[in-house]
């Protein structure tokens, strides 16, 4: 299991009273693309923040390449190579589209000692990440409150992309795209196991998580419940195991989709 | 049951409360309060102190708190005369006499005054500058202190009252007056400053209602190379003062021994808690009513008699190395330099 | 692509038939809750304070004379923190209070000694000067754009020097009687004793019976027990001090009846939910199509209002209306509400919680001058005891420990 | 044309040197229901902000049931009747679910000449109408900022849908609902006319758009430049026209799809 | 559903083959542009200030003389107004700093007089002081989680309290020499004309060419050349004032050395951004993994240094450390700061809004007071004078005049 960028066992959050998530086991191995599915309020977010350190988790065990960590942060998080594209952005609204991008990991150059920003170095670095996903926008120089929607969450992709991460977690990244630019964010993901990043995904659009990932656990009510290979599922299953239905919940899966629980291999022991 | 009736004269307390202004100028903490406290005590009395922050609210608290707490007789020094009147109504209420210290109070209840002169005081500023300059002609800058303290507004009055004649046949003349919040001396500094710019340099005299607007002033006379030349009065001759006085920086600081002004309060407040009378004489007529009033001469602190003072009241109240400390010792007056070893 | 896939055991174990979330569904509001906790933990700080007090003070800190003043001395505090928490909620600040007292404590004695105005009157002149400072302040941050800072850091200015120009820089005294009872008289002990106990009679019950209500819904929870306990301590403290010596003072029986107005108009009505929304999102209210500047102008008016009441009583204490007032009440208002947990940046705020505040560090100040410390470790004392109470505090809400 | 509920003429709006919108032309029939898609940055948003009222175009005409305004403001929409489905849900974050959805709204009753808040009915009412799209929240007393991305944008449809409008503005409603609340939400966006309400759908989800709305116009570069039937256009079609490829800018659309300018009737003068 | 269409004349005309937003691509940023507008606007209202009282005053105003004590006043509001924008930016507020500029100006005197350190010592001790009070702010705020409204007040008292403690109430005064030329003394005029002239150039040729390029790039806009005559103008007033009285004082020199760093931190460097991003949104902050406490921490350290060099200043100037001294000297910053454009709620605020915001109120100081205009007067118009200045600078921007 060491191969394994990140693996979780019995993860647990809880808001005070409020039992946000709770049995999340899952792994992702690396250069893997898996997908999360779950209706609204499954614990989804809960969980990403939790890979990401931005919230801590209340019981459970979380590994990094095999490594537990018992108190996460965000700056660990990201020294361990895990990135994040929040369902909220997390943008800092006074800020310009390459500040937000290269937040925390200004460009510098040395001068005399002093490590001065390179300006229209980050600026072109921010336009070539954006001509990527095949956008344009009116300004790089303003600060981003004043995009569209679809323009920030473009910003908050291209952070999360920008430095060749091991592993890039994705809230509803194509939420807020048109079509015409959800596709080349589909393809960007896809050519990420090839440079080495693994990707959990998550997102409403059924199609895209089954044409991309290869594997997708599906949430429910606060709990991993089950996983199935992207390949032998259809949508309409999935939706099916995402919002439990009596016979589904047996773990009878029915259509074209099959829950690994049945057809994978058994659980390999845990070192 | 109210306790209020408990506190007051023949009651048994051994009690004083001593309500003081503001301990932001040096005498109260060093000078008045302990001669008022060992005087006290010595006639086996404990004192409990209270200062307003020359806060007419907070005096109030002070009060209320004291009177809640036993004494049998109350040394109010007021931070306002008139806000005073509702504290005397407040002591006579709970049955506790109650002794004016240093700043009068129109109410006829009080049961005596203890007073140094505040106008006079300030008279006095102008008296000297008189002197120094031969005659009172040419502008004038007077600072005062924190706007609505009583000491501030009556040195100023004793000023306008002792400059009255010139001003009105115009050989002097007023180029800038500002009361300073906290009696800040930085307030006072840009306040100079900018009066010797509006003014041309031709500014004679700066009469500050204590040293530390004086020791601002002066700062700001010095960058004119006007220090020396121009005359500065002071209140309290502090170390500050005295040191000025000593660099001829400063012509004056006007001088009440607090000491005996302390004892002679601790002495009446006993007798008044004793239930006593202390009526002796001299009254004073503060507007409804005689009262009987103990005055304290102030002196006036110049470069003759520094030293004398600075011998007196140090370590106590003056520190006989910040007032001649780095002077050479051609400047230094005679036996000044002693204190200093 | 790994082909090992782990499976948690639940899913292929019992099954699950109900489509419903199976987890807890809250019939109650963590942050209410949590607000209680916050208000409990203020209690028990004050309660600490208390005792310390107490046992420096030997035995005079809480007594029925003491508790008295020092209900009256936190009162012109409390009112004019009141006005000045909604405007936190709002995002607004208001930096006038206490040279709008002082101007208004000048007017009031001018009304009074100089003019020979009436009672009537001069309450007239007091509030309508306090209506109108708030008007200004109000128009000039919505419709002329000035941050509420300025325009009332500018009031601050020329409202105390306004106080120094009609007053002539003295202090006038010698109210007459009516105002002085207002300041220093009360209700007499028998229908004190009778007031605060139906108050805390209908607290009790209407609190009791949502109790009651919300523990056979939500199960148990322990911060209803404790307000409760709270509110009975706070009532049998009133009972104790007022009862044994005068009676209910006029300005405490001001900040009772301001309080409760407040909070009713917080809880139970469109303009206290409006406070809030703009507080907490001033461009999603405005798109609901809340009125965002008229409810700050009425914010600022309100504020205006309290602080004329504040005003009266002030100067009904000092009997007499020094121009010198009130010096930081603005800072002793804010940081009441701070300290009761108010947000400076908007959204978040009590009016319990300010009342705490206020006595918090009002019962910091009496005792230290109770306990006769030296002014200057006075100053020192009180920076110490402030951070620190505040520090327990939310230590105390962090750990969970209350 | 009086039986417009809206209708814009060349509407543009400027932010500074930035043209967001210019040329927006087009009308909303009553109990119609008309989508209006777009790439991102397009133009949809804010042209769903200048109906709404809450900002101000810097010229053209906007028409409220046949009445032109020059100075619109959120109040006076409300008054209008239009109510609007922020793409950034403008939620008070501090307020609870009801509070949220009555902002502005709250139920009262007059007690001595007191209106006093109806905290329990309220309640009740939010309750119903969540269950209409067939949802459940944890709690509706905690503050939304608790609630997660889906079930914030919930409460944002509620409070839109709740007082029987004359127009809805839905700006991407289903951006961040799962698949299985997004067709709920369809079905009543359906039914809307119905009870006499009209829609404007915005939203990237193509395929809900066209078997929703009656028509569909295309924004693009910040003008309204086609208006499509449902009936006759393909997702496709639609795509092409959104990203403007060349063919489609001469007005000659491909596929199956066919553009109204050439097979609808003739523009009618305007009075 | 309607059948009727319509269709914009656009579509159906001229082809258009690009794939380009044909909308205009901007190449400068209208934030900055915004607040270049700002800028100017309030250079504006000074410039009207000035000549009101040039009038006023009958021509002492705009002297060289007066110019120099008009900067030399402005110079420790100056310094602390810096440290406190970068804190408000971070959403965070230092109410402390006029108490520690008089603990510090206490215990300088104490160093220098009564111990008899030497200048060297002493300014280690000032700054010591002043990073330790502002390590002890950033720790209770970041660790202990007090508001910093809260923490800081608690440090205005006890911070002036141990100035009183320290120095007994008394001032102590006769520093020695060099603390008292850092105070009263400057760079004599050849060099400072000098140095006025290749700072001024070096900025003028750093803007000109930025100017030019922008010009080829985007476009001819008035703010850039408008710009640079305001920076010709401030150069040249410099020039005359300092030419032809005595030369930079000191106190000046402090503080542009304090700005040009302090600018260049804020726009050169990482920390500069971590502040505005930590302002702008504290939680997408910290998620991007900044240490956000640990630039709290550092701002307060920063403010804490900044008021100790003004401390020293202020000891300097008056020869002396009264423990009363430098009372609302946080309020003076903060306006300083605010009416420059900072925003209470972060995110937002320019060192040199800053700088003219406190050269504005510095201005209306000594413009009242060379105006010779009675104290309670003084206080009316500078709570006025506040307002309309404000109000202008806001009107003006609004409508677009400037
Ligand atoms: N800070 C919080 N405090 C309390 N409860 C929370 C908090 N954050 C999330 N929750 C609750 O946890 C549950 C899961 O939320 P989460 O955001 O993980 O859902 P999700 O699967 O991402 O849903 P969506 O698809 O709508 O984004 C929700 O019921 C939500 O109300
Ligand atoms: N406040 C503003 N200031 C300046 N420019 C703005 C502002 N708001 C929007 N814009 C610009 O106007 C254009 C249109 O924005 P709008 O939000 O309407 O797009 P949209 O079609 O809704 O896109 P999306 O599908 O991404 O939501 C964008 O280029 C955006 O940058
Ligand atoms: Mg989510
Ligand atoms: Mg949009």
Redesign the interface.
């Known amino acids: 299991?060491s191969?394994?960028v990140i693996e979780a066992i019995?993860l647990q959050k809880k808001?005070?009273?409020?039992?946000?998530l709770r049995?999340?086991?899952?792994?992702i191995?690396e250069r893997?693309i898996v997908g999360f599915a779950?209706?609204?309020?499954?614990g989804k977010?809960t969980l990403m923040k939790l890979v990401?350190g931005?919230i801590g988790h209340t019981a459970g065990q979380l590994l990094f390449a095999g490594k537990e960590r018992q108190a996460t942060?965000?700056?660990q998080?990201?020294r361990d190579g895990i990135e994040?594209v929040?369902?909220?952005l997390?943008?800092?609204?006074?800020?310009?589209v390459y500040?937000n991008i290269y937040?925390?990991r200004?460009l510098?150059s040395s001068v005399g000692g002093?490590?001065?920003?390179k300006h229209s170095a980050m600026r072109r670095g921010a336009h070539e990440l954006l001509e990527r996903l095949g956008?344009?926008?009116?300004?790089m120089?303003?600060?981003v409150s004043?995009?569209?929607?679809?323009?920030r969450q473009?910003v908050a992709i291209c952070?999360a992309t920008a430095f060749q991460p091991k592993l890039i977690v994705m809230d509803?990244p194509t939420?807020?795209?048109?079509?015409?630019?959800?596709q080349p964010l589909l393809e960007l993901i896809r050519r990420l196991p090839g440079e080495g990043t693994a990707v959990m995904l998550v997102s409403?659009?059924?199609s895209d998580v089954l044409t991309t990932c290869?594997?997708v656990y599906v949430v429910r009510?606060?709990?991993?419940?089950?996983?199935v290979e992207s390949a032998t599922t259809s949508e309409a299953t999935l939706?099916q195991l995402?919002?439990?239905h009596?016979d589904q919940?047996?773990?009878r899966p029915q259509g074209s989709g099959k829950s690994?629980?049945e057809s994978?291999?058994a659980?390999?022991a845990r070192s | 049951g109210q306790l209020g009736s408990a506190a007051g004269p023949g009651n048994g307390s051994k009690k004083l409360g001593f309500a003081l202004s503001t301990f932001t100028v040096p005498r109260y903490v060093k000078v008045d309060l302990p001669n008022f406290t060992n005087a006290a005590s010595a006639q086996g009395y404990e004192v409990i102190s209270q200062q307003a922050d020359s806060n007419v609210d907070k005096q109030l608290e002070n009060v209320t708190n004291l009177l809640s707490q036993n004494i049998a007789a109350l040394c109010l020094m007021a931070v306002d005369a008139e806000a005073g009147v509702a504290l005397v109504r407040k002591a006579k209420a709970a049955n506790v006499p109650i002794l004016a210290y240093n700043q009068a109070i129109p109410s006829k209840d009080l049961g005596g005054y203890v007073s140094r002169d505040n106008v006079q005081a300030g008279r006095d500023m102008v008296a000297a500058a008189d002197k120094f300059l031969g005659g009172l002609n040419g502008n004038f800058i007077i600072c005062s202190g924190q706007p609505g303290d009583q000491v501030a507004v009556d040195i100023t009055q004793g000023y306008m009252e002792a400059l009255k004649p010139a001003l009105d046949s115009g050989k002097v003349k007023i180029v800038s007056q500002k009361f300073h919040a906290g009696w800040d001396p930085e307030s006072a500094r840009k306040q100079v400053e900018d009066s010797l710019t509006a003014a041309h340099n031709d500014v004679v005299a700066v009469l500050c209602n204590n040293d530390g607007l004086a020791g601002g002033a002066i700062q700001s006379l010095r960058a004119q190379g006007l220090a020396t030349k121009a005359f500065v009065s002071g209140l309290d001759a502090t170390s500050e003062a005295c040191r000025a006085i000593v660099l001829g920086e400063q012509q004056m600081s006007v001088f009440t021994p607090y000491d005996q002004m302390g004892r002679r309060a601790a002495e009446l407040s006993v007798k008044l808690a004793k239930g006593e009378n202390i009526a002796e004489g001299k009254t004073y007529d503060l507007g409804g009513g005689q009262v009987p009033w103990f005055p304290m001469d102030s002196r006036i602190i110049t470069k003759e008699n520094v030293v004398e003072h600075v011998k007196q009241y140090s370590p106590a109240y003056v520190d006989a190395k910040v007032a001649f400390g780095n002077i050479p010792a051609s400047q230094l007056p005679p036996g000044a330099a002693e204190l200093v070893k | 692509?790994?082909?090992?896939?782990?499976?948690?055991a639940?899913?292929?174990g019992a099954?699950?038939?109900v489509?419903k979330?199976?987890?807890?569904l809250?019939t109650y509001s963590?942050e209410a809750?949590?607000t209680t906790w916050r208000l409990l933990a203020l209690v028990a700080v004050i309660a600490l304070v208390w005792v310390v007090f107490q046992q420096v003070t030997g035995g005079v800190f809480v007594t029925p004379r003491n508790l008295t003043n020092l209900s009256v001395q936190v009162s012109v505090t409390a009112l004019v923190a009141l006005g000045v928490t909604w405007l936190l909620v709002a995002r607004q600040i208001d930096l006038s209070s206490g040279a709008l007292i002082a101007l208004i404590a000048v007017m009031i004695a001018q009304s009074e000694v100089i003019h020979g105005w009436g009672f009537g009157v001069t309450v007239a002149v007091a509030i309508g000067i306090g209506l109108f400072s708030g008007l200004v302040n109000g128009v000039l941050v919505t419709a002329v754009g000035i941050p509420a800072f300025i325009a009332t850091l500018g009031a601050f200015s020329y409202l105390r020097g306004a106080g120094y120009l009609i007053s002539d820089g003295s202090t006038v005294s010698g109210l007459g009687s009516t105002m002085f009872t207002l300041g220093n008289g009360g209700l007499s002990p028998l229908p004190s004793v009778i007031l605060i106990f139906v108050l805390a009679a209908a607290v009790l019950v209407y609190r009791g019976r949502r109790m009651i209500a919300d523990v056979r819904r939500s199960g148990f929870r322990a911060s209803q027990l404790l307000s409760l306990v709270a509110i009975c301590l706070g009532a049998f403290l009133a009972l104790w001090a007022f009862g044994l010596y005068q009676g209910i003072p006029y300005p405490v029986l001001l900040v009772l009846v301001a309080v409760a107005v407040a909070s009713f108009v917080a809880s139970q009505t469109r303009f206290g939910r409006h406070i809030y929304a703009v507080g907490g999102n001033p461009e999603a209210a405005r798109r609901t199509g809340i009125k965002t500047k008229r409810i700050l102008v009425v914010l600022f008016v309100v504020a205006g209002l309290l602080t004329s009441i504040g005003a009266l009583i002030q100067a009904a204490r000092l009997d007499a209306g020094p121009p010198s007032t009130a010096e930081l009440m603005e800072m002793a208002a804010i940081s009441a509400a701070v300290i009761g947990g108010t947000s400076l940046f908007g959204g978040r705020g009590t009016i319990g919680g300010t009342m705490l505040g206020a006595f918090l560090t009002g019962s910091i100040a009496n005792g230290l001058s109770l306990a006769g410390v030296n002014t200057f470790w006075q100053l020192v004392a009180t920076g110490l005891l402030l951070v620190a109470a505040v520090a327990t505090d939310r230590r105390t809400r962090k750990e969970g420990l209350l």
């Not at chain 1, 808001?15 to 946000?20: I, K, N, S």
């Not at chain 1, 049995?23 to 792994?27: E, G, P």
């Not at chain 1, 002093?114 to 920003?117: A, E, G, P, S, T």
């Not at chain 3, 692509?1 to 948690?8: K, L």
């Open positions: 299991m191969t394994n019995n808001y005070g009273d409020v039992t946000a049995n999340a086991t899952f792994h191995g893997e779950g209706d609204n309020g499954a977010s990401a931005s942060s965000p700056e998080a990201r994040i929040y369902q909220d997390a943008l800092c609204d006074n800020l310009n500040e937040l925390g200004e510098v002093i490590r001065v920003l956008i344009e926008l009116t300004s120089l303003d600060p004043t995009l569209s929607g679809g323009q473009m952070r509803e939420a807020a795209l048109s079509v015409g630019a959800g409403h659009r059924l290869s594997r009510h606060g709990e991993v419940t089950t996983c939706l995402m919002e439990g009596p919940e047996a773990g690994i629980t994978g291999p659980l390999p | 692509m790994s082909t090992s896939v782990d499976e948690p639940t899913a292929a099954p699950v038939t489509r979330d199976p987890r807890k809250l963590r809750e949590s």
